[in-house]
Structure formats: C-alpha cells, structure tokens
C-alpha cells in the first residue's frame, strides 16, 4: 500500500473529483495518500475520514498513476476492523446479518404513495433468496475469513 | 436469451418497482428469466470493507452459482455487477486465493471457473434487445418529456476493469430513454456519485451530494430522472423528502423512474405490474401524460 502511494505526484485530481471532498473539509484523498506515503498509517486507522468515501471511484478513474486512493481507503478500513479500531457500527452490522442470514437486509413491506403497504408476496414477486443451508454457509465464511 | 437472474439484498428486501417492472417487460423481448437458488449477498458492501477474502468468496459463490445453471449471471444492481467484475479480476490474478476459494466452495457443491459469462441491465437492453426491438414495442410514445439520464457510477466506473458504458461520457441509458421517444441530454453532473453508500455515516453529506444532482436536473428542465441502480433510486425517490428538508428546497420536486418503469409504461403495460405505485417521488403527472398519451 505504502510503496504504491509513493508514486503520488500530488497533482490534485482525486480531490476535485471526490463528491465528499467538497462536502467535508476533513476529507481529502490526495492528503490522505500523501499520509500513507510519509507512513502515518497508524493516525489514519483513528480517523474518522477512511469510514467517508462514497466508493464512487472517480479517485480510481482520474488517478494519473493508478494509485486509486479508493482500494488504499478500503484496505485501511480493513485493517482498521482488523486491530480492532474504532469504526461506524453498521459497518460490521451488515457483515453479521449477512453470516447468520445470508443478506444484508430482510424483505420488507414497501409504503406506497397512497399510503399502503406492498411485500414480495402482495406484488407477485416469489420468495426472497438465501443459501440453503445457513449453518454450512456461516461455517464457509468464517473459514474463508481467516 | 436466457439468463439467471440475480437479484442482490436491495432489490430483493425493497426495491420491488425495479424488481418487478424487470420481469414484466424483459420477457416481451425473448429474454427468458431463471430465479437463481440458493444465492446470498454479493459480498458488497457487507464485506469489502471487512474482510477481502470473505467479500470475494460471496462473490464467486453466486457466480459459481450461475455457472453451475450454466447461464449468464444478470444481476440487477450496480454494485453487485461490480463486485462479480472486481472478484473475477482479483481471482484471475490470484490463482493460489482462487483454489483456497474453491477449496471451501466445495462444501456446498459448488466450483467457480471464473469462465462464466455476466451482463448488466445496460448491456442487456441497449445492446442484446437493442433499438429496433425497443422502439417496436413502445405503444405510448414519451412525447414532449425530456429525462436526466442518472447510470450511477458502478455501471460505469473503473473503466480499467470494462464497464457497460463509458466513464466520462456515457449514452448508453441516454440512447434507451430516446428509443422511448422522450429526450435525453447530458447536463452538469450527469457522472456524479448520489453519495449513498455514505448514508449510515454522513448522513447530512449524502442529502447535499443527492441534493446537487437533483437541483442540476430540475435547473436544466428535465421532467425527472431515470436510473438503473437501486442505491441511486433509494436516495433519489425514497430519500427525496429529506433532501428537501435538508436543502430547504422544499419545491424540489424531481420524479424519480427507474428505467424498466417508463420503458414498461411506454409499452403500455400497467402500472401495478411495473411497480409504480412504490415510487415516492411525485411521478403521477409523468404517468398520466404516458398513459394518457398525450
């Protein structure tokens, strides 16, 4: 990560395409490259700014060198999770309710503009889809994880 | 044309409107739609931002999944098409994690190749169906409306890994809302992000980045905005309320479609089949004048 982040020019492009840049003021990708690439790594897994990417991937797709601050963002959230750093609590959520039920959310019954209610069933839509067998799919994910 | 189609946790738990204006009008087309079994999520973002090897096993186990039915994968979200993207090239460029994938995959019967085939909705109805079997099959032509074509940025970004449409200058969804007779035309931000993956930690941040867009759209005159990603669709239709309050915009009214929706509309097909009556958006005079067909 930090050998790929050395190769920043620091010309400007990913934070006048970021949509969150102009948004926050404590988010900037070309900053927070230059800190991967000076090893301030440890200061970065305490900040708020690697859980405010929107994952557009303008970053990604403008980067002069390839650098995508977008995948470094991702490996540091991953690292984050991994030491065990403070980190917005949905974020883990969705990854439990997907390994005890095989999605990130339940099927819902959807309000409709004259103020009804409509599910999967009253739409005609067939059930909702999950793994068949919930306790070999947990077990397969847990073992993939490690 | 047949395909498995795969419809990820969105649109599977709420958004029906997509869901079901899909079935009804793909099949008019000869596209034939096979219910996968047995599928889960696709690991985005549940676990990309968790745990990389576990985020691409969902992956490849739903790809897996289509390639035991031996059927191209059609998944409905962005996203999700991303993700089946992302996975495929990590994979192929790591055969040691793709055989330790494999290896786990094997307990449930399951073995990716990485030589299945994938579509997304944009590939699937501007170039598999294509022009003339669109244009034949609309009844009500959209005359005299003009829509802010919204492809939502996983559909068209990073293009190193082969999006459905260009990164900077996308037409492919443009294209399909002209086929229906209704005008298309860029307009300033036409490729930016709805900010909707920020949603559960920078909640204010999204309505002001959802918020730019729909002010674009109604300062350029168009009578709504089309969209084929159900992130981008929840922000805009379901979230458009608090985008106002937020804005303090409160005449920001932008009917929000997705875009089976209007082509399903435009076939004359009605509107409980397609969904509508779920858009919280105030799409009623846009219906209206469809189905009216004035």
Request: hydrophobic fraction near 35%; include cysteine; glycine fraction near 8%.
């Amino acid at each position: 990560m930090r050998m790929n982040a050395e190769v920043c020019d620091q010309c400007g492009e990913c934070p006048s395409a970021c949509p969150v840049s102009d948004k926050i003021k404590d988010f900037n990708p070309r900053r927070l490259i230059a800190k991967v690439s000076l090893g301030r790594i440890d200061e970065l897994l305490n900040s708020e700014a690697i859980w405010t990417c929107t994952a557009c991937l303008k970053c990604k797709e403008r980067c002069p060198e390839s650098i995508s601050p977008y995948d470094v963002i991702l490996e540091l959230r991953r690292l984050a999770i991994r030491e065990g750093r403070n980190y917005p609590a949905g974020i883990v959520e969705a990854a439990k309710s997907v390994e005890e039920t095989g999605v990130i959310q339940q099927p819902q019954a959807m309000r409709t503009r004259s103020r009804g209610r409509k599910d999967r069933s009253s739409l005609g839509l067939p059930p909702a889809e999950k793994p068949h067998d919930l306790k070999k799919f947990a077990e397969a994910l847990k073992e993939i994880s490690k | 044309m047949k395909y498995a189609l795969y419809l990820g946790c969105t649109v599977q738990a709420e958004q029906f409107g997509y869901e079901a204006s899909v079935r009804a009008v793909l099949p008019s087309f000869g596209v034939e739609l096979v219910d996968m079994q047995g599928t889960s999520c696709c690991g985005y973002p549940s676990h990309s931002s968790v745990n990389l090897q576990a985020w691409l096993y969902l992956s490849a186990r739903n790809m897996a999944i289509a390639e035991q039915m031996g059927l191209t994968l059609f998944p409905l979200c962005n996203g999700c098409h991303l993700s089946f993207v992302e996975t495929k090239h990590a994979l192929d460029e790591n055969p040691r994690l793709k055989r330790k994938i494999n290896k786990v995959l094997r307990n449930e019967g399951l073995v990716y190749t990485g030589g299945g085939e994938l579509i997304h909705i944009l590939e699937l109805l501007h170039d598999a169906v294509g022009k003339e079997a669109i244009q034949r099959a609309v009844k009500n032509k959209l005359t005299g409306l003009k829509f802010a074509a919204h492809p939502g940025c996983h559909a068209i970004r990073p293009s190193m890994l082969g999006r459905p449409d260009d990164a900077e200058n996308p037409q492919k969804l443009d294209d399909l809302i002209r086929w229906l007779g209704a005008e298309s035309m860029d307009y300033p931000g036409k490729i930016d992000c709805c900010g909707s993956s920020l949603a559960a930690t920078a909640g204010k941040a999204v309505m002001e980045i959802a918020g730019d867009k729909l002010l674009a759209v109604k300062k350029h005159g168009f009578d709504g905005l089309v969209t084929t990603c159900p992130f981008c669709f929840k922000i805009f239709d379901n979230r458009q309320r608090a985008i106002q309050a937020t804005l303090g915009e409160k005449s920001l009214e932008v009917p929000i479609f997705y875009y089976t929706q209007l082509l399903g509309a435009a076939m004359g097909i009605g509107e409980e089949r397609l969904g509508l009556e779920l858009n919280q958006s105030q799409v009623d005079p846009v219906i209206s004048h469809v189905y009216g067909g004035k």
